[in-house]
């Protein structure tokens, strides 16, 4: 009986449904503040920054302002920016590893102080994010829940971009019978991140969304021209030769973690395989 009340999850009643997220946003909410106000400027007490995964792209945009993009892709070189914005305390290193279009966006953030840069990013994505899962289930109830969702804190605890990814992801996919036009194009903004070029358009082909399939491509092509103009070629064949550097620094040697990756990859070498069998 108690297994099956679990497995069912009869405990969670309506008035539940609405309380707990909201005990859970506040609770961790207040995790965060004290993880913050703990920190040692802008690094914690473990020695990560403070936006471990935003330093990388502050970091790019100081390059790009200082008129060398293609030196992001220079380990060394970016760590070494790394550090001097944060202090030669901070441990490990975070690499660059996104293709050019997204440096207009990282120079742009470097126009500003770290924490304000790390403020605003974050702000906005979650703005952005927010606003699409308020599309998708309206209602306080359910956004309450979709703040309290575990992953709001991690990516807000790393600086990630999970939250622009949701939001061009999740506004792609409302719009895309109504208006596919505008959803190809959200969802060629995804190129920022190369693997969501090889799953959209699949998706878009099998579900004979054509127009939206043509917006996105057309899109993602003129990120790239766009890219291209700015940085020049010498900075998209220096991402072409970081490429395999990336894909044995985090697949093969695990940098990422293992257990962050969904595939059958990072399944396999959780298991102990090596890096061929896997």
Known sequence: MAAATTLEARWITARRARIYPRIFAVVLGLSALAWVLAADGW???????????????????????????????DFARHGAVERAVLGD?????????????????????????????LGAWMAATFAGYAAVMARMAPGRDALWAAVAFPAVFANLGHGQNGFLTAALFGGGL???DRRPVLAGVLLGLLTYKPQFGLLVPLALALGGCWRAFAAAAGTAC???????????????????????????VVLEQGAAGFEKLQSVYAAARLWGAGHGPA
């Open 89 to 117: 305390g901070i441990a490990g290193y975070y690499g660059w590893h996104y293709p050019p279009m997204l440096l207009g966006v990282a120079a742009l953030l470097a126009l500003f102080s770290y924490p304000v840069a």
């Open 43 to 73: 690094v914690d007490r473990f020695g990560k920054p403070i936006g471990s995964d935003f330093i990388n792209v502050y970091a790019a945009g100081l390059m790009v302002l200082d008129g060398n993009p293609a030196g992001a892709y």
């Open 174 to 176: 409302l719009l895309l």
């Open 222 to 248: 003129a990120l790239a021209a766009a890219s291209w103009a700015c940085f020049g070629t010498d900075t998209w064949l220096a991402f072409a030769d970081s490429v395999p550097k990336t894909s044995r």
